[in-house]
């Protein structure tokens, strides 16, 4: 992300678009990690990828870990 300005105002604005509430952040150089509620996954994990291109018919939205509260 260092090396490419705009990543994460991308990430948080498609995030915020989508209605995505953020409970907690980190970043790093080359991550963005957030904590948000587990109804919210699925609709942030897409928005994130239709942000960024990722959302070709043969993607699939990826979950590396949730948590519910």
Do not use: K, W
């Amino acid at each position: 992300m260092r090396s490419h300005p705009g990543v994460t105002a991308t990430f948080f604005g498609a995030l915020s678009t989508a209605g995505v509430n953020i409970e907690m952040i980190s970043t790093s150089e080359i991550r963005i990690s957030i904590i948000c509620r587990q109804a919210d996954i699925e609709r942030g994990v897409q928005a994130a990828h239709t942000a960024f291109g990722l959302d070709a018919d043969q993607s699939e939205a990826v979950v590396y870990g949730g948590s519910g509260r």
